[in-house]
């Protein structure tokens, strides 16, 4: 069992959970993910580690709100435990010889991007931050990336906080204006990843793109991770969750991701039904 040590609301939709996981806090490194179920009934899913204390025994989890598991985990308090967790997952993040990198995150993404731009930016790399929203009050982690990056842009897509926009023209606009990266890193819904990527490779940058398939084991043995990266079979799980941008088949990936709409739209309908009733005690 594994107890929630901290609960931080973030927005409405996003919370940032601190758990008690000694053993993974050990080993982890940017880039990684866990698995966890909330119960034994529950589903396996993955979340990246935005952060970790290895003193502690703690690690931290930031996640939004999108269905069945996303939904019960909001119900837990400070105290109570999630069912299992188990990590570190996947490849870290490579950062040799980087000096200068750009990481684009987009709505929920940003999580995910924060542990990778801090990271980079501890590692000593020149991190430029362009992290987008839908509209102002889905801003998440403007304080931690502003303390964690050499500079921070925000974009909303309706202009009601920072910069009206997206954030490829906010890519475009830095990449014009001079500033050299060795990588462009994009994580975030896989058709803005899509598009970051491409672009990134008109101006023959090297992208790196964080990719978010269904999962189930994490161990390279279900295939439900499976995504064609350079016509090759990769399995996110083991092989990833980055890859080169350039090579990654994003419209299988995108068409893979949809799969499951409808189960999922069901699953969500039947944990809004019993809301209340799942708790987690010592
Ligand atoms: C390596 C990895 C790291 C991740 N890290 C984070 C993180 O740090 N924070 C976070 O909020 N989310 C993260 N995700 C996505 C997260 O796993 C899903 O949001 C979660 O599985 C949803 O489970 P659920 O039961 O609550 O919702 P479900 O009912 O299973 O799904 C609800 C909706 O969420 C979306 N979704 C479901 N699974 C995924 C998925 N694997 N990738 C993308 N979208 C999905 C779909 O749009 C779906 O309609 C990560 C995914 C991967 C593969
Ligand atoms: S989750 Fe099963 S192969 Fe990746």
């Known amino acids: 069992m594994f107890k929630v040590v901290k609960k931080r609301v973030l927005n409405e939709n996003m919370t940032w959970l601190v758990i008690d996981a000694p053993l993974v806090a050990k080993h982890a490194k940017p880039g990684q993910f866990i698995i966890l179920r909330t119960d034994e009934h529950g589903e396996r899913i993955p979340l990246t580690m935005a952060g970790h204390d290895s003193e502690a025994g703690t690690i931290d989890l930031i996640y939004a709100a999108v269905g069945r598991t996303t939904m019960l985990m909001d119900q837990l308090e400070e105290g109570d435990y999630l069912l299992d967790v188990v990590g570190p997952l996947g490849k870290p993040t490579e950062m040799d010889g980087l000096k200068k990198v750009c990481v684009v995150g987009g709505g929920t ?3 995910l991007a924060y ?7 501890d590692h000593g790399i020149e991190v430029d931050m362009i992290a ?3 509209s102002k009050e889905h801003v998440i982690l403007e304080d931690e990336f502003r303390a964690g990056t050499d500079n921070l842009y925000i974009t909303t897509d309706d202009g009601s906080y920072g910069e009206k926009g997206f954030t490829t023209d906010k890519l475009k606009e830095l990449i014009e204006a001079g500033n050299k990266y060795d990588e462009i890193v994009a994580v975030g819904p896989p058709m803005m990843m899509k598009f970051i990527c491409k672009m990134a490779e008109s101006y023959g940058i090297p992208s790196v793109a964080s990719l978010t398939a269904y999962m189930i ?3 390279g043995m279900c295939g439900g991770c499976r995504c064609v990266v350079g016509g090759e079979n990769k399995f996110v799980c083991v092989d990833g969750p980055e890859f080169d941008g350039a090579l990654v088949d994003w419209d299988e990936l995108i068409k893979r991701n949809s799969y499951y709409k409808e189960q999922e739209a069901d699953d969500r309908a039947h944990v809004c039904r019993l809301t ?3 708790r987690y005690h010592d």
Not at 115 to 121: Q, S
């Open 276 to 278: 209340g009733g799942v």
């Open 217 to 219: 084991d994490g161990t």
């Open 115 to 121: 542990p990778l731009a801090t990271g980079m930016h």
């Open 132 to 134: 987008g929203y839908k």
């Open 109 to 111: 993404g940003n999580a």
